[in-house]
Every structure is written in C-alpha cells, then in structure tokens.
C-alpha cells in the first residue's frame, strides 16, 4: 500500500517540485499578525528586491508527506542553486500594493542610469522550512488531491546605495498554504515573512520619506552662523582657477579621504558627511601642504553633506553662490577630481550641468564634469567662481562613467541650518 500511494504521488509530479525545502530542527512557530505600519504621505524611498539566498544544508529532512493518516515518504533538500528570482514578482506587487515606491528589473533594462534611481536594495536569506503535505486516498490516480502547508525563518537586509553598506537586518517568520494536486506554499510562505518588515517600525523609519531624518522640511532650528566669504567676487573661471583652489582642502579621516571646500574666512568647511561620519580625529590638508585638526560641527546624514571647521582666521575662501535660482542647463561647471597630497595639485574637470533629477526625494546637480575617488565633497563651481553645489555621488554602470551628482548649495544651506552674515 505505502508503495503503491508513493507511484501515485510522484505520477503527480509533486515529490519532484516539493523536493527543494528543508524542514527546520525546531518548530516554527507562527507569528501573531502585526498590521503594516503606514508610510505616511510622501511615501517611501525607491526600492527594489533583489532575491532569495538559501542557507539550507543539502540533505536537510523537508518534512512529510501523509495519505490520510499514514506517513507515505519524506522530502530532502536537495537544491543545488543558492538563490532564486522565483519571489521577486510577488515581493514586489506585494509592497506596490502597501504604498511602496517599488521598481523591478524590468524598469533598468534600457535604462543605464535605473539603477542609480534606487536609494534601498532588498534582498532575503532563507534559513529554515517546515512542510506538511496531505493527500486524500483516492481509488484514481489522477484525482489526487492534497493540502500543503510551509512555515519558513528568513532574514530581510536591507542595502543603502546612498550609504554604501546594509543598513537593517531582521529575522522574519511567514506561513503558508495551498491546495490542490501539486500545492506550492512555499511561495506564499516567504513573500509572507518578507511583507512583515513593513510591520518593523526600523524598517520603515529607514524608508520613509516622512521620517525625521529624512524629510527636507525639518532642517535643525538653531542657525550655525558664518561670516560670508567675500573673496573672488569678480572671479571668472578658468582664468582664476588657481586662486580659487586656494579654498579646496583635503580631509583625510583614517584611511579615508575625501575633499572640503572653505567657504567663510573663520575656518568653515563644506564636505560629504560619509566623509566624516562618526570620525574620532578629523585633520584638513590645505593646498600649501599645511596640516591642522578640525572638528565635526554639524552633519545631515540623509542628504550626506557635513561642516566642520579649523580654528583661526583671514583662511582663503570661496563664495557660496548667491543666486536663488538654478544654474540653466548647459551652463559650465568645475569640479576636483583628486585629493591634495604632498607632491601633487588637484586635477580640474570641466563639464556642464545636464539636469536636476531627483533621488529619494532630493534634488541634485548632476553634471558630466569627471568625479573620480577622492572627490567626495569636493566643491562644483560655477563659472563665476562660487560654490554651485557639493559633490555627493557618482553614477556607475554601462554608459554613465564619470556622471557626478551633487547638492545644490542652496539646499546644503538650508539642510544645515547656515545662515551668512557680513564681516
């Protein structure tokens, strides 16, 4: 008899589908069912899901397979692939339909620049599976029914593209089932435990645009003030590069090393906050080679701009630029392309300004003047002379070497709360 049901299963096909799950040595238990948390009215940051990894030793006991009460045979994990796109569609509709500024491969396939759009990269591992197959007895082979039930462990992560590093991880547990001659619950199952993290106020604090630290309408309420820098008002670019790359700086943080532009003659510095993030000892190259220490004064982590400032005075400086209104496209612009060292002299890009697109819910400069390593928060400089804007990122990829994007300076103001006043 147990043979005999076993020809029926595999006729079925269903052994060979289900044969991929691994049943975990101890039971999952389910979860209650935490409601999803709203994102509020902006909604939430780009994202997509990238897969699911498996961490399932191979031969792991799957669980079982049951003919009314008799126990028929037993399943192995015997899946030799490590990750799978199978989850991707449903993950994706599922969090579209919460509110989720979701985009999936289909939206990068003939956009070079797509992937630059996305601040947030979801991915999951799944680490353990129960299954519970029941079929009913059944005199014709093909009239086999049966219900499957799958309860799974997955770990959702979380990747900042903005930050360059995972930024969340959490230990999900989802449950599902399904009916029929050859159930499947194991999708339902982890796309269940996946759509959880919207129940994880971490979670959604980190992908919404309504969050504190995200939002651009809550710059901080106390006003750092600067004396303006009046140097260079009649500057015209190229002519007067060298004076005006007397106020670029090299910020050297460890290993790290990044770029600054002095924009008040008191020692006030404009860089990348990745820059100097959670920095013990900040120290400041100028372009004499001269070396001094400088302290972290304020920084706004989600749009990564930063001020620190070096003690003393009558420091050579560059305007910030005073118009209120954009650069008109195609205007040129300079940016610095390498950091300041002892024997050599920063290399000077020109290009123009090809758009203000808009990136998680901030604008930028983006321009094709080269961005190289070492330029972060290095200066753009309008024609002019002044300070347009601070270098944040580069876009990467097929087609786009060399795109740089940075904050419009008008916004860096704003976001760090600067306010300017007369000597």
Known sequence: MKNRFRRILCLSGCILF???????????????????????????????FRNVS???????ILGEVRVGREVIDEMRWTVARSRALDFNVSVTDGLRDLGYQMRDWADVLFDPTGEAKIRYVMAAVLHTVELDFEYERSRRRRAVQGVGTADVEVEVQL???????????????????????????IISAVVDAILKSTTDSAFVR??????????????PSDKVEMTACRRGESSILPRDLPTTL??????????????????????????AAHVVEDAPEIWVRFENGTQ????????????????IRVQGRSYPCSRIRSATEDLALGSDVFTINLALGDDSKPAVARGVVSGYPEKEGKRFIQTDATVNAGSSGGPVFASDGSVAGITVAKAYGVGVEGLGFAVPIGDVVRY??????KD
């Open 18 to 48: 289900l044969a991929c799950f691994q049943k975990t040595p101890v039971p999952v238990a389910p979860e209650a069912d935490p409601k999803p948390i709203p994102l509020g009215e902006h909604g939430s940051h780009p994202l997509i």
């Open 159 to 185: 990747y900042d593209a903005v930050a360059n590093k995972t930024v969340y991880k959490r230990t999900f547990y989802g449950h599902g089932e399904d009916s029929g001659m050859k159930p499947n619950p």
């Open 292 to 307: 001094v220490p400088a302290t972290l004064e304020r920084s706004e982590t989600q749009f990564d701009i930063a001020l």
């Open 416 to 421: 760090l709360s600067v306010r300017l006043t």
């Open 54 to 60: 498996y961490r399932i030793p191979t031969g792991s």
């Open 206 to 219: 980190l992908v919404s645009k309504n969050s504190e630290q995200g939002n651009a309408s809550n710059p």
């Open 246 to 271: 007397e106020a670029v700086v090299e910020i050297q943080v460890g290993r790290v090393v990044g770029m600054g532009v002095i924009v008040s003659p008191d020692g006030w510095i404009l860089t």
